[in-house]
């Protein structure tokens, strides 16, 4: 298939923050900060951004009057943050087997990564992950090759904790929202809007099960499933997933994915500094210049 760059998201785009509508802000904060190990970058009314090194990752926004999704429903699958370094990520693991060894739900070697998994004390999934080297990355036919492999996470700890890290991670070390994983109704409609309308390029397809989609060649910036989710409509108000930031790095990159989103017939909102729609399940994507 023959694409023009105006087709595609610019290759440097990363994503931003998630944005999370919670019952209990204090103790989501808690969870984001002392489990996570995230820092608390600011906090002003009902809203607390938590992060590493300055950069926001999670958002937290206090929607009391919101009650929980029905199962079933569309929504967050996880937030995927991406550490620079094992012996990070092995700090933050540490933190999550201390503090709230009960949210852990597994792990995961999957060729390009290794990936640690938890859930919030609002049922959000979480995934704490260190990328291989790009180099280390096989791709067949335009796709990259991933896998779900046994990965054992007390070894893990035994080969990259270090006696520092032990006694606290560093809120200073560098992270990132690496990707975004999204419960959906189905994945054929997921591509038209993802691929076709904003700009993503397939990177691996699960038949009709799941879909990853990524800008400039990396394994994945986004994916959706329909493994808890098939045939589910759009959103209704609920707590749990409020916003995805996407992070593009010019105005320019900013222009063309607004004119294409709008040809093909997705509403936006521009002001000029951003660019905000709703895929088909009102999941609610922010993209700004970084």
């Known amino acids: 298939m023959n ?6 998201l610019a290759p ?3 994503m931003g923050a998630v944005t999370l509508l919670v019952g209990d802000l204090d103790g989501m904060t808690r969870y984001y900060r002392d489990v996570v190990t995230l820092a608390v970058l600011d906090a002003a009314g009902d809203t ?3 992060g590493r090194a300055g950069r926001p990752i999670v958002v937290l926004r206090h929607e009391p009057s919101l009650r929980h999704a029905p199962a079933g429903a569309a929504g967050l699958f996880h937030t995927a943050i991406l550490f620079e370094s094992q012996t990070a990520l092995a700090a933050a693991l540490f933190s999550l087997a201390r503090h709230a060894p009960q949210s852990f739900t597994g792990s995961a070697d999957h060729l390009v990564s290794q990936a640690f998994y938890a859930t919030d004390p609002e049922g959000n999934g979480i995934e704490l992950y260190w990328d291989r080297e790009r180099t280390a990355w096989s791709w067949t036919h335009g796709q990259v090759e991933m896998d779900t492999l046994y990965l054992d996470p007390n070894a893990f700890l035994r080969e990259h904790l270090t006696d520092a890290a032990t006694q606290g991670a560093s809120a200073d070390d560098a992270a990132s929202v690496g990707h975004v994983h999204l419960s959906v109704g189905d994945v054929r409609t997921a591509r038209e809007f993802y691929v076709d309308a904003l700009g993503f390029d397939v990177t691996a397809e699960l038949g009709g099960s799941a879909l990853f989609v990524s800008a400039g060649g990396y394994h994945h910036h986004m994916a959706m499933n329909v493994w808890n989710s098939r045939g589910a409509g759009p959103r209704m108000p609920a707590l749990g997933l409020g916003r995805v930031d996407l992070a ?4 320019d990159s900013l222009g063309e994915l607004g004119d294409r ?3 093909h ?3 936006i909102a521009d002001d000029g ?3 905000s729609f709703t895929d088909p399940w009102r999941n609610v ?3 700004a210049v970084r």
Do not use: F, K, W
């Open 48 to 50: 607390v951004t938590l």
């Open 273 to 275: 500094r951003t660019v």
């Open 12 to 14: 440097t785009t990363s």
């Open 265 to 267: 017939g997705v509403q």
């Open 285 to 287: 994507l922010h993209a």
């Open 3 to 8: 694409t023009s760059a105006l087709d595609r």
């Open 248 to 251: 593009l790095p010019d105005q």
């Open 261 to 263: 989103l709008s040809h």
